[in-house]
């Protein structure tokens, strides 16, 4: 073993990488191909978000907070508009909520397209990141018409949402998600039941569920070996009470397991999405009336809310002092612990030519790790 | 929910409900560790969710906030504590949880709160750094960019609004004022003119 | 160990999409039209703003300026002053847009802009009454 | 005094002479001409996603947007690539990596920066870790506005970058060999004495003792 270590030799996997999940790095000590340590490194896009929002207003900083993690804005935006709302007691109207859950969805469709093109391009299947890219530009497409941006939104506000639905809105969502359930055929066939990814995925990176709870492991990571933890049934927010979900598990633990219940929670994101569409109500207030910027102040009080977002729980600590600006914001992202104390476990003895594959299936997320 | 209130109520410790799935608790420093471990092996809330750190500079004092689930993960507790801003040190929770590290890792480089026995208290997010920790409250970070980056400085054209309103609003009332002064003066010279006007008219 | 079959044969399926039509948006040729509530760069209807620099006091990121225009379009204005935005800071939250007390600020939906210079990005906002006028 | 539409600063005369000489077209041969041509219909782009504008690459580079229509391929490593995205803010922490990435390019070699942040700071113009003007670090050749630039943006930049070689323009690595000292100084303002050893230096005429 002492000769093993002497051995190694030590390189970087990232920043400057094509197998890596963002702008990251993993530094591994290398015995042939296998690998006896990593260490994961992170600060290449630290921005201090916390300091920025303590500088600025509520109405302010609510724009700023969708940039913390750049593939899924909208979790982060439903969490900072509901911790003012919590803090303020501000009461949002049914079709705003209604609104926002269909928001949420979306996005969640909209990111597990993304993970997909980033997954199967890890292994090499160069055509699913073609076909599943452009799949979530047409998700894009609508949010452009609804909020007016196509990757940062600015749309969940504390009090409701921005914009009302555009016209024809509901029915051309309806399209795009018959369009999606034949989407979903197809990478079936071409994707998740093909047999270079199942012989690559399958017995790779396998988590152990005893380490899950203690060590607060969410999301896909989480639900892959079998525990059924969601925090839209555990503790709903919005209308996810009302809504009729199953949360999707598999019990093996391995990157094939997550592949497989991220493809069952796009299954179950166009069921609820479509409850929405024929739930929604066609009037009430978007936005409930709120004090200019200056005026909106805060009360000396803390809380923290989760959301779950399309990698898990995504969870804000907000504070406030009693004037018009934050006393602190801290986020804690789903990536923080996937990212340092199960990565570099994950990682010991397995191929280097798995790593990015890993990363990928764990849904790491560099900018929200360290914000 | 009921068993805990009692159970922490021996501590002679209050849990206040914030939210519908959110409790809190607030203990003195000295009482932080056996509070988490009772919380860990007894009360079974095994799961920590998230470390967070509160600077509040004018009491003098950080405010951490450890975040705990149960297995069930139907509800948050919040257990508070408050420490002293200076030199602030923590006890290391590592070895309960081994998700602490990071969270304490960074926090030591936010903060400056220092963790006795932590093993990697390295460099987190930032590189080489050597000005106070950049969450603290008494960081200027616009000062800490003005000193390090200059800006574009094509923008010195800009105008205060306020001072602009404050002299088109005096333009105005001079002009005004000016305005009714030629009045005023035209037709003191008009009376003047007048009776030569008529003067002439009669010739 | 058997073989998986199906693993092998499904993914050949794939081979039937040769015949679809191909989804690419062959940008500068063909555009793709970008709805009218999109937040792309501003326009200012002159004749109306007020010159009240509330879009000067919102903006976070500092981006907005007021200075002169060339001719005086409003009477009105009260300091004579209108918003030109830097674009090396503006981040398009339409922020501006929304406390601007007689609307004449908007966002249109025209949003791509390049230049090889790094100095030229301060920006005059079109003199446009309305979203999706024509340029003449 | 203004017009509507994109200003940049009043230059003074000096400057203004500067700027007009490197618009000076240094394609004066057929040869040359032709491998102008051929070389901005090839371009490409290290594979390095360094801010919140790689979220816009996937889309421009795959089916929908197709950037490989107009000879923009990605490739993996620095050695083979001639143009970096600079994709959004840069922190001190990149800023390191990414000098060292571009100085490990191959000549010809450009850079695009996508978004308001490497203009003039963006939306993070007060944080404490990213830079404000990145032209003061490297030479940028084309900047392209939008949070996020949209891929349509994105490859209007292309167009522009395509039409500078294609004419000869002067570009950024020639600025940059001639200004070494400039931007070297700015680098190390921000950075301290903790800059990586240039890949420039003469490694085997160093004489001992002397400053890497």
Same mark, same amino acid.
């Given at each position: 073993?002492?000769?093993?270590?002497?051995?190694?030799?030590?390189?970087?996997?990232?920043?400057?990488?094509?197998?890596?999940?963002?702008?990251?790095?993993?530094?591994?000590?290398?015995?042939?191909?296998?690998?006896?340590?990593?260490?994961?490194?992170?600060?290449?896009?630290?921005?201090?978000?916390?300091?920025?929002?303590?500088?600025?207003?509520?109405?302010?900083?609510?724009?700023?907070?969708?940039?913390?993690?750049?593939?899924?804005?909208?979790?982060?935006?439903?969490?900072?508009?509901?911790?003012?709302?919590?803090?303020?007691?501000?009461?949002?109207?049914?079709?705003?909520?209604?609104?926002?859950?269909?928001?949420?969805?979306?996005?969640?469709?909209?990111?597990?397209?993304?993970?997909?093109?980033?997954?199967?391009?890890?292994?090499?299947?160069?055509?699913?990141?073609?076909?599943?890219?452009?799949?979530?530009?047409?998700?894009?497409?609508?949010?452009?018409?609804?909020?007016?941006?196509?990757?940062?939104?600015?749309?969940?506000?504390?009090?409701?949402?921005?914009?009302?639905?555009?016209?024809?809105?509901?029915?051309?969502?309806?399209?795009?998600?018959?369009?999606?359930?034949?989407?979903?055929?197809?990478?079936?066939?071409?994707?998740?039941?093909?047999?270079?990814?199942?012989?690559?995925?399958?017995?790779?990176?396998?988590?152990?569920?005893?380490?899950?709870?203690?060590?607060?492991?969410?999301?896909?990571?989480?639900?892959?070996?079998?525990?059924?933890?969601?925090?839209?049934?555990?503790?709903?927010?919005?209308?996810?009470?009302?809504?009729?979900?199953?949360?999707?598990?598999?019990?093996?633990?391995?990157?094939?397991?997550?592949?497989?219940?991220?493809?069952?929670?796009?299954?179950?994101?166009?069921?609820?999405?479509?409850?929405?569409?024929?739930?929604?109500?066609?009037?009430?207030?978007?936005?409930?009336?709120?004090?200019?910027?200056?005026?909106?102040?805060?009360?000396?009080?803390?809380?923290?809310?989760?959301?779950?977002?399309?990698?898990?729980?995504?969870?804000?600590?907000?504070?406030?002092?009693?004037?018009?600006?934050?006393?602190?914001?801290?986020?804690?992202?789903?990536?923080?612990?996937?990212?340092?104390?199960?990565?570099?476990?994950?990682?010991?003895?397995?191929?280097?030519?798995?790593?990015?594959?890993?990363?990928?299936?764990?849904?790491?997320?560099?900018?929200?790790?360290?914000? | 929910?009921?068993?805990?209130?009692?159970?922490?109520?021996?501590?002679?410790?209050?849990?206040?409900?914030?939210?519908?799935?959110?409790?809190?608790?607030?203990?003195?420093?000295?009482?932080?560790?056996?509070?988490?471990?009772?919380?860990?092996?007894?009360?079974?809330?095994?799961?920590?969710?998230?470390?967070?750190?509160?600077?509040?500079?004018?009491?003098?004092?950080?405010?951490?906030?450890?975040?705990?689930?149960?297995?069930?993960?139907?509800?948050?507790?919040?257990?508070?504590?408050?420490?002293?801003?200076?030199?602030?040190?923590?006890?290391?929770?590592?070895?309960?949880?081994?998700?602490?590290?990071?969270?304490?890792?960074?926090?030591?480089?936010?903060?400056?709160?220092?963790?006795?026995?932590?093993?990697?208290?390295?460099?987190?997010?930032?590189?080489?750094?050597?000005?106070?920790?950049?969450?603290?409250?008494?960081?200027?970070?616009?000062?800490?960019?003005?000193?390090?980056?200059?800006?574009?400085?094509?923008?010195?054209?800009?105008?205060?609004?306020?001072?602009?309103?404050?002299?088109?609003?005096?333009?105005?009332?001079?002009?005004?004022?000016?305005?009714?002064?030629?009045?005023?003066?035209?037709?003191?010279?008009?009376?003047?003119?007048?009776?030569?006007?008529?003067?002439?008219?009669?010739? | 160990?058997?073989?998986?079959?199906?693993?092998?044969?499904?993914?050949?399926?794939?081979?039937?999409?040769?015949?679809?039509?191909?989804?690419?948006?062959?940008?500068?040729?063909?555009?793709?039209?970008?709805?009218?509530?999109?937040?792309?760069?501003?326009?200012?209807?002159?004749?109306?703003?007020?010159?009240?620099?509330?879009?000067?006091?919102?903006?976070?990121?500092?981006?907005?300026?007021?200075?002169?225009?060339?001719?005086?379009?409003?009477?009105?204005?009260?300091?004579?002053?209108?918003?030109?935005?830097?674009?090396?800071?503006?981040?398009?939250?339409?922020?501006?847009?929304?406390?601007?007390?007689?609307?004449?600020?908007?966002?249109?939906?025209?949003?791509?802009?390049?230049?090889?210079?790094?100095?030229?990005?301060?920006?005059?906002?079109?003199?446009?009454?309305?979203?999706?006028?024509?340029?003449? | 005094?203004?017009?509507?539409?994109?200003?940049?600063?009043?230059?003074?005369?000096?400057?203004?002479?500067?700027?007009?000489?490197?618009?000076?077209?240094?394609?004066?041969?057929?040869?040359?001409?032709?491998?102008?041509?051929?070389?901005?219909?090839?371009?490409?782009?290290?594979?390095?996603?360094?801010?919140?504008?790689?979220?816009?690459?996937?889309?421009?580079?795959?089916?929908?947007?197709?950037?490989?229509?107009?000879?923009?391929?990605?490739?993996?490593?620095?050695?083979?690539?001639?143009?970096?995205?600079?994709?959004?803010?840069?922190?001190?922490?990149?800023?390191?990596?990414?000098?060292?990435?571009?100085?490990?390019?191959?000549?010809?070699?450009?850079?695009?920066?996508?978004?308001?942040?490497?203009?003039?700071?963006?939306?993070?113009?007060?944080?404490?870790?990213?830079?404000?003007? =990145? /032209?003061? &670090?490297?030479?940028?050749?084309?900047? !392209?506005? $939008?949070?996020?630039?949209? %891929?349509?943006?994105?490859? @209007?930049?292309?167009?522009?970058?395509?039409?500078?070689?294609?004419?000869?323009?002067?570009?950024?690595?020639?600025?940059?060999?001639?200004? =070494? /000292?400039? &931007?070297?100084?700015?680098?190390?303002? !921000?950075? $301290?004495?903790?800059?990586? %050893?240039?890949?420039?230096? @003469?490694?085997?005429?160093?004489?001992?003792?002397?400053?890497?």
């Amino acid at each position: 073993m002492k000769n093993d270590l002497e051995n190694t030799i030590k390189i970087f996997h990232g920043p400057q990488h094509p197998g890596i999940t963002g702008n990251m790095s993993v530094e591994l000590d290398l015995l042939g191909e296998t690998i006896k340590r990593a260490q994961t490194h992170v600060g290449y896009l630290h921005r201090g978000f916390e300091k920025l929002v303590e500088r600025r207003t509520v109405v302010q900083a609510f724009t700023i907070v969708c940039r913390i993690c750049v593939p899924e804005p909208d979790p982060n935006e439903e969490n900072f508009a509901r911790a003012v709302e919590n803090l303020t007691g501000l009461e949002i109207s049914e079709k705003a909520k209604y609104i926002r859950t269909m928001v949420l969805e979306m996005q969640r469709l909209a990111t597990m397209f993304l993970w997909m093109g980033g997954q199967a391009g890890s292994i090499g299947l160069g055509l699913i990141p073609q076909w599943s890219v452009c799949d979530r530009d047409y998700m894009l497409d609508l949010f452009e018409e609804l909020t007016g941006g196509r990757v940062y939104h600015m749309y969940a506000f504390p009090g409701g949402v921005r914009r009302d639905l555009p016209e024809g809105f509901l029915s051309r969502l309806s399209d795009l998600l018959d369009y999606y359930e034949k989407r979903i055929i197809v990478y079936n066939n071409t994707f998740f039941d093909n047999i270079i990814f199942k012989k690559r995925a399958i017995g790779v990176g396998i988590v152990n569920a005893d380490d899950v709870i203690k060590n607060a492991y969410v999301g896909q990571v989480m639900r892959g070996c079998g525990i059924k933890k969601d925090v839209r049934k555990d503790m709903p927010y919005l209308m996810y009470d009302k809504l009729d979900f199953d949360i999707p598990v598999q019990s093996d633990g391995d990157v094939y397991a997550r592949a497989l219940v991220r493809r069952d929670e796009m299954l179950q994101s166009i069921k609820i999405l479509r409850q929405i569409i024929k739930q929604m109500p066609s009037e009430g207030d978007i936005l409930q009336k709120i004090p200019k910027h200056r005026k909106f102040k805060l009360p000396a009080d803390d809380t923290y809310v989760q959301t779950e977002s399309a990698r898990g729980a995504m969870s804000y600590y907000m504070a406030g002092d009693g004037s018009e600006k934050i006393r602190r914001m801290q986020v804690r992202g789903p990536s923080l612990v996937h990212a340092y104390t199960l990565l570099e476990k994950l990682l010991v003895d397995s191929q280097l030519s798995d790593v990015a594959m890993t990363m990928n299936s764990l849904g790491i997320c560099p900018p929200e790790i360290e914000r | 929910m009921i068993e805990l209130i009692s159970k922490l109520e021996k501590l002679s410790l209050e849990l206040v409900q914030k939210q519908d799935y959110l409790y809190k608790v607030e203990v003195k420093k000295e009482q932080l560790e056996s509070l988490l471990l009772s919380f860990l092996n007894e009360f079974g809330y095994i799961t920590l969710d998230s470390i967070n750190c509160r600077d509040d500079l004018e009491e003098g004092n950080f405010v951490i906030t450890y975040c705990l689930l149960t297995p069930k993960r139907d509800h948050v507790v919040m257990v508070q504590t408050s420490i002293e801003r200076e030199n602030a040190s923590l006890p290391s929770i590592h070895t309960f949880w081994p998700q602490a590290e990071i969270m304490e890792r960074e926090m030591h480089e936010m903060f400056g709160v220092d963790f006795p026995g932590h093993p990697t208290l390295i460099d987190f997010a930032l590189e080489y750094w050597d000005n106070i920790p950049p969450l603290r409250r008494d960081f200027d970070t616009l000062q800490y960019v003005n000193d390090m980056n200059p800006f574009r400085g094509q923008r010195d054209d800009a105008l205060d609004a306020k001072v602009e309103m404050k002299k088109k609003r005096e333009a105005k009332k001079a002009a005004k004022l000016k305005a009714e002064q030629e009045a005023a003066a035209k037709a003191e010279l008009e009376t003047q003119n007048n009776p030569s006007q008529e003067v002439q008219n009669e010739e | 160990m058997a073989i998986d079959v199906k693993g092998v044969l499904s993914p050949l399926s794939a081979i039937g999409t040769l015949f679809e039509h191909p989804k690419t948006i062959t940008y500068p040729a063909v555009k793709k039209d970008i709805p009218l509530g999109y937040r792309g760069f501003h326009i200012n209807n002159l004749e109306t703003c007020i010159g009240c620099a509330s879009c000067e006091e919102v903006c976070m990121n500092d981006a907005i300026d007021m200075v002169h225009p060339d001719i005086e379009y409003n009477i009105k204005n009260t300091s004579g002053c209108v918003p030109r935005i830097d674009y090396g800071r503006c981040c398009w939250c339409s922020l501006c847009t929304d406390v601007c007390p007689p609307d004449s600020l908007k966002l249109d939906n025209i949003c791509t802009h390049a230049d090889s210079n790094p100095d030229n990005f301060l920006y005059m906002p079109k003199n446009h009454k309305s979203i999706g006028e024509e340029v003449s | 005094m203004m017009e509507s539409g994109f200003h940049g600063c009043d230059l003074d005369d000096s400057l203004k002479c500067k700027l007009e000489e490197s618009g000076t077209q240094n394609t004066h041969s057929v040869m040359e001409k032709a491998a102008a041509w051929f070389r901005s219909r090839s371009i490409f782009v290290v594979a390095y996603g360094t801010g919140c504008g790689a979220i816009e690459m996937p889309p421009t580079f795959t089916s929908r947007y197709d950037a490989e229509r107009m000879g923009v391929v990605g490739v993996a490593t620095p050695r083979q690539a001639d143009l970096i995205i600079l994709s959004g803010y840069l922190a001190y922490k990149t800023l390191r990596r990414v000098i060292r990435t571009y100085e490990q390019m191959q000549k010809p070699k450009y850079i695009i920066t996508l978004g308001s942040c490497p203009i003039n700071g963006g939306m993070y113009w007060d944080s404490y870790n990213t830079i404000k003007k =990145l /032209d003061d &670090y490297l030479p940028v050749d084309v900047s !392209v506005v $939008g949070c996020m630039p949209r %891929p349509e943006a994105v490859i @209007d930049g292309f167009s522009l970058l395509q039409k500078r070689i294609k004419n000869g323009e002067k570009a950024g690595w020639e600025k940059y060999d001639e200004n =070494l /000292d400039f &931007y070297k100084k700015n680098q190390k303002r !921000v950075l $301290g004495n903790h800059v990586d %050893p240039s890949y420039e230096t @003469d490694w085997y005429n160093l004489e001992n003792g002397s400053e890497v």
